[in-house]
């Protein structure tokens, strides 16, 4: 009976956990016992520090960092490390730069050398002190030699007007260098004692308010007596150092003296000395180096002249040639004495270790894995295209979508298909009647310009000058139409009726997903492709160098040796721009960064700028230490592996900017300018390099526009999408969506002219639009050039500050 009454549990009894012994800590311990693994000894005793021994690690770890920190600060302008550079930036029309200038000269038993031409500027040697300095001017508007200075520059001191602190110049003078990178900086504030005592107080209240946004942490130091000087003086040699990422890591050298040696075959090449203090890291004679705004070039050999900016005058025996003590024996004159006996090579060139100035693959078509057209193919693609041309009517206009016809041996890079490109975007028939208007116009200017011989030459000249700006006008009307028009419709063209669409758009193909489908990178690749190199991983490339620069000890010329560097096949015009006063900046180059290939730049629209910039325009770029001119293409900043082709750049996201050029190891900075016809250069995008990536997969998407003519339950009549039933057939595969959210197929074509019958996943609005979305690959065009123009000096106005109500105490 008990058994027969006894409780069963019913199935929604409550299951406990079974107890998991032998997983912690304990019971794996004892199952070891006492065996403990090799690898896992150092970890367990880093992590078993006691509190104080963590403690002392910690102050250990401080004590480093701040003793190189320490280190740093006191080689820079002593005797065994290069001078401190300071270059000066006039940031106002009215500052006054000559009367600062004497003032830091004025200093109590310090000598003053002045530089051999160059960027000009003078040096300042402290003995007492046992500091020394190098000032350099910027040319005033030269937007290239102020960047090129502060690429080298400790210290930049930028001279401020005591009311309007900085005009429109140095407002965009001072947005260039914050994209580019600051170094360390003060800021100067000559004048304003000819002021009355209550508007100085409002104009300093008023100058102050308007650098803690710019310089929120910055400190103005007037510079009216020597006094004052003295404490800026002080200021730039106590200052904590910034440093630049893309020049930390490479030796560079301001030119303070240069010799031209003409070659014997010619006067126009020929070997360049340059003779300045290194900086950044050591210099190898086998390195490149880059002049900036010039090239890259190889060097011979390196010589050790006498220091003309020594602390010490006289020669110390028994000193070692690192603290290079060929000291010069007289005082006087600008420290330039150097008798060929003082001179000593340190080094020459290796042959066998210099690296090669090859910067383009020579492709071999024969080892391409892509099959190449034979002479009998291209002579067939040519009797094709004359047949063609003899039966199809070529109505006006359509000489370019002839051209994109002939299937190409992949060379997207040509002039043909960026017309076909660019014809996705527009329609040639209205490209046509503005181009025939302007010319229409301008012939009618001419005429009127004939007709006019007797009027005077100044009425003439503005007349012209009138006409100019009214193209220009015009020009950009018509770029801002296309620009409303890409982002009211993203994408979307007309399809031509006078072309199928089958053939007019055989190069797009369907996607099922865009960010799903597969597309291989390696596919239908320009012939451009062949003549670049690629990493097989950029990332460990990278990583790797900068653990061996950080680690081994190069062999060359130190940090802070006066050096003369002999360049070897320099044009002539590198010497003349620096008599010009156009400062001469070297940098030496890493592994590989003389070989071309594919960079990708992650850019922001500059805030001050608001013109649209289209796709594949020739734009000015800043990397780093290099300067050149390239047609890049934008697409999106996303994490998928294939990139949308964004036609305009855009004002409210980040673009990523895609061109051939030198490989350049990031980090680095880049500024993008735009040429006016004037010649000024506006900066238009700011950001820094991304990736050096030529498999980046960057798409161009076309949409072809339909309207529902009938609409069912689930069905449609969709019609204006195509003009022929073959063009229905051809597109069938391709997915349908809508505007509202729909998507379809199209199901079977309704006659001869372009209706079609599609299928959705729900009832059509009628107001809705068909869309099929159709896929291209792109690439950016070869139009790298490393010669970048003079900008023309920017157009100054009288402050830059906005007008603020200064509180009266």
Request: with cysteine; net charge neutral; aromatic share 6%.
């Amino acid at each position: 009976m008990a058994a027969a009454g006894a409780h069963r549990p019913g199935p929604l009894k409550q299951q406990n956990k079974a107890h998991k012994g032998g997983k912690h800590s304990g019971s794996s311990q004892r199952r070891a016992g006492g065996r403990v693994p090799v690898k896992a000894q150092p970890r367990r005793r880093l992590r078993d520090l006691n509190r104080v021994d963590r403690r002392h690690q910690a102050l250990q770890l401080r004590r480093q960092r701040k003793e190189a920190v320490l280190a740093e600060k006191r080689s820079l302008g002593s005797r065994d490390g290069p001078p401190h550079l300071v270059v000066v930036v006039l940031l106002h029309s009215r500052a006054a730069a000559q009367d600062s200038l004497r003032l830091l000269q004025s200093q109590d038993a310090a000598a003053v050398r002045a530089d051999e031409g160059g960027a000009g500027g003078f040096a300042l040697l402290c003995p007492r002190l046992k500091q020394r300095w190098r000032f350099v001017t910027a040319q005033p508007g030269d937007l290239h030699a102020v960047l090129d200075l502060a690429k080298v520059a400790d210290s930049l001191l930028f001279i401020l007007d005591p009311v309007d602190g900085w005009d429109s110049a140095g407002e965009h003078c001072l947005s260039c260098l914050f994209a580019q990178g600051l170094p360390s900086y003060a800021l100067a504030v000559p004048g304003g004692a000819d002021l009355p005592p209550k508007k100085r107080i409002d104009a300093r209240k008023k100058l102050s308010k308007c650098i803690e946004k710019r310089f929120p942490e910055a400190k103005l130091f007037p510079l009216n007596t020597e006094q004052e000087s003295s404490l800026l003086l002080r200021h730039l040699s106590s200052q904590k150092q910034r440093h630049l990422a893309f020049r930390a890591r490479r030796a560079h050298l301001l030119a303070r003296a240069a010799e031209f040696v003409p070659s014997q075959d010619s006067d126009l090449v020929g070997t360049l000395k340059v003779s300045g203090f290194v900086r950044g890291q050591t210099l190898n004679v086998n390195s490149l180096v880059h002049i900036v705004g010039h090239g890259d070039f190889q060097l011979s050999q390196v010589d050790a002249p006498p220091d003309p900016l020594s602390l010490n005058p006289r020669v110390v025996k028994g000193q070692k040639r690192s603290q290079q003590d060929m000291e010069v024996q007289d005082d006087s004159g600008n420290g330039a004495v150097e008798m060929e006996e003082d001179v000593k090579v340190l080094m020459k060139a290796d042959p066998s270790k210099q690296e090669s100035l090859q910067s383009e693959v020579v492709p071999d078509p024969m080892e391409g894995e892509q099959t190449w057209p034979t002479e009998e193919e291209l002579q067939e693609a040519e009797d094709s295209l004359k047949a063609n041309r003899r039966v199809v009517k070529v109505p006006k206009g359509t000489s370019k979508y002839q051209a994109a016809w002939i299937v190409d041996d992949g060379e997207e890079g040509s002039e043909k298909d960026d017309d076909d490109d660019d014809d996705d975007d527009m329609d040639d028939d209205l490209m046509e009647e503005a181009v025939s208007q302007e010319g229409e116009s301008s012939e009618e200017e001419e005429a009127g310009e004939e007709e006019s011989e007797t009027m005077t030459v100044s009425e003439c000249l503005r007349d012209e000058q009138y006409d100019e700006k009214m193209e220009e006008d015009e020009q950009m009307l018509e770029r801002y139409k296309q620009e409303r028009m890409d982002e009211m419709f993203p994408d979307e063209v007309d399809t031509p009726r006078d072309v199928p669409a089958r053939v007019r758009f055989q190069k797009y193909r369907g996607l099922k997903s865009f960010r799903t489908s597969p597309w291989d990178p390696k596919e239908n690749l320009p012939r451009d492709y062949a003549r670049i190199f690629q990493f097989q991983d950029f990332s460990r490339t990278r990583k790797n160098l900068f653990k061996q620069i950080e680690k081994e000890e190069t062999e060359g010329a130190s940090v802070g040796w006066y050096v003369t560097l002999h360049v070897c096949n320099v044009p002539v015009s590198v010497m003349e721009s620096f008599k010009e006063g156009k400062p001469l900046v070297l940098f030496s180059l890493l592994p590989h960064e003389q070989k071309m290939s594919v960079l990708n730049f992650l850019v922001r629209r500059h805030p001050g700028n608001s013109e649209p910039v289209r796709a594949k325009e020739e734009l000015i770029f800043h990397c780093g230490f290099r300067r050149f001119r390239a047609s890049p293409l934008f697409s999106q900043h996303t994490s998928a592996d294939k990139h949308k082709l964004e036609r305009f750049l855009r004002p409210d996201a980040a673009l990523v900017v895609t061109v051939y050029a030198p490989i350049t190891f990031p980090p680095a900075s880049v500024l993008l300018f735009k040429q006016r016809s004037n010649g000024m250069h506006d900066l238009i995008a700011t950001g820094s390099l991304l990736s050096v990536d030529p498999d980046r997969i960057v798409i161009k998407r076309l949409v072809l526009s339909g309207h529902p003519f009938k609409i069912f339950t689930k069905m449609a009549v969709v019609r204006y999408m195509f003009f022929n039933r073959e063009d229905v057939m051809w597109f069938k595969p391709v997915e349908l969506r809508t505007k509202w959210g729909r998507r379809g197929h199209i199901k079977e074509p309704l006659g001869t002219h372009g209706h079609m019958k599609c299928h959705f996943d729900g009832q059509l609005k009628s107001q809705d639009t068909v869309l099929l979305n159709l896929y291209k690959r792109v690439f950016p065009k070869w139009t790298y050039d490393p010669h970048v123009p003079e900008p023309v000096p920017w157009v100054r106005s009288e402050s830059a500050l906005p007008e603020q109500e200064v509180e009266m105490e």
